[in-house]
Each structure stands twice: as C-alpha cells, then as structure tokens.
C-alpha cells in the first residue's frame, strides 16, 4: 500500500500528466494506479473508501505572487441577484451544487459542463489526445450553470449573477485573492517599479 503522504501528489501528477500529454513519468503513475475504465481515480491507491472524482482544469491562470485562498458555500434565493465589482481582483472557481446559476459578465469566463470532463480523461488515458471540454462564454453573453457545471471567473469584471430559477441555489467557490495584509510580494525577477496587484499604491 502507498503511503497516504503520497496520495495527493500522485493524483496531482497523473491528472496533469493526462493534461499535457508529455510526461511518460506522469501517464505511467496514472496506468499503474488507475483500475481500467476508472478514469475518475475512485479506488485508486489501495485505500479502501477513499475516491477522487474529477471535475474540472483550468490551466495557465495569473496569479499574484502571494494570494488569499478562500472556500465558500453561498446560496442565491429564487429572485435573488449578485452583482460583480469590477474593482474586485478575486479569481473565482465555481462549482453549482443545486439550483440554477445565471450569470451575465462583461468579459468572458469557461465553463466546463457537467458530466463532460471524464469523458475527457478516458480519451487521453486510452491513447488519445486530452480536449478540454471548456467554453468560453463571450461578454455580455447570458449563460445558465446546473448543477455539476464549473465555472472560472476572472478578477475586475463586472455584471451580475442570479437566480431565474424556483428553487434555491447552492454553490461551492474557491476563491483566489491578493492578500489583505502587507500586500502582494513581486514574484522572482519582476522588474523594479512594476506594479503587483495588492500592493497599495500611494
């Protein structure tokens, strides 16, 4: 049996292998410690009760060097509108729990649907290539999440979030932020004088 220090990692390493498509290390972990057709990792590593189900990747996210990560349970009543700050620098992955999430940006965000990120998986598992099964929702373009959809919204946009529907609705939001104290520190090699996000600026 694997060590459970390792678990994580090892999860971590052959999903991104699967991802990438360019690390034999990577894609031999996942062969050896996937059972065939589980590309959702459930069962994985000999440790009985204890399941992993992917559900969604967003690559190649600017961050500040340092940030403030917040998880959330928020829920919208029937009716209920949240409007977005366009001053706001806090990245946001969303996960609709229950309900229905309307949201209406005015720059664009991904959405990966319910259902359709495993199906991804099993493609590159089996030797194929890894399509991200991400849209791209345009600005000022009005999209409904369901339940199981994941959303990546970006910092400083504005519009708002609703609920159309009848019935309440629950989310999950990892947040990302710069930090509320001390400011944000420029990452190794930012030249002097370049503005960082967080940083207050006199």
């Not at 972990?29 to 990747?57: M, N, R, Y």
């Not at 849209?135 to 339940?147: D, F, M, R």
């Not at 990546?152 to 529907?165: H, I, Y």
């Amino acid at each position: 049996m694997r060590r459970c220090s390792l678990l994580v990692p090892l999860v971590i390493i052959a999903l991104l292998g699967l991802l990438v498509g360019s690390s034999p290390v990577a894609h031999a972990i996942a062969q050896d410690s996937t059972p065939e057709g589980t590309p959702s990792a459930e069962g994985e590593f000999g440790l009985e009760g204890v399941s992993f189900e992917p559900l969604a990747v967003t690559s190649g996210v600017s961050l500040p060097s340092q940030a403030d990560l917040v998880l959330v349970r928020f829920s919208l009543e029937p009716g209920a509108v949240l409007p977005s700050d366009p001053n706001d620098p806090t990245l946001a992955m969303v996960l609709i729990e229950a309900g229905e999430f309307t949201v209406e940006f005015d720059m664009p965000f991904t959405v990966t649907r319910a259902g359709t990120f495993v199906p991804a998986l099993a493609t590159a598992e089996a030797g194929g290539a890894f399509v991200a099964p991400e849209e791209t929702v345009a600005a000022g373009e009005v999209v409904t999440l369901q339940v199981g959809d994941v959303a990546v919204f970006p910092p400083n946009v504005g519009g708002e979030t609703r609920n159309d529907g009848e019935e309440r609705l629950v989310g999950l939001a990892f947040l990302v932020s710069p930090p509320t104290e001390g400011g944000a520190v420029p990452a190794e090699g930012t030249p002097e004088g370049t503005p960082v996000v967080g940083t207050p600026t006199s």
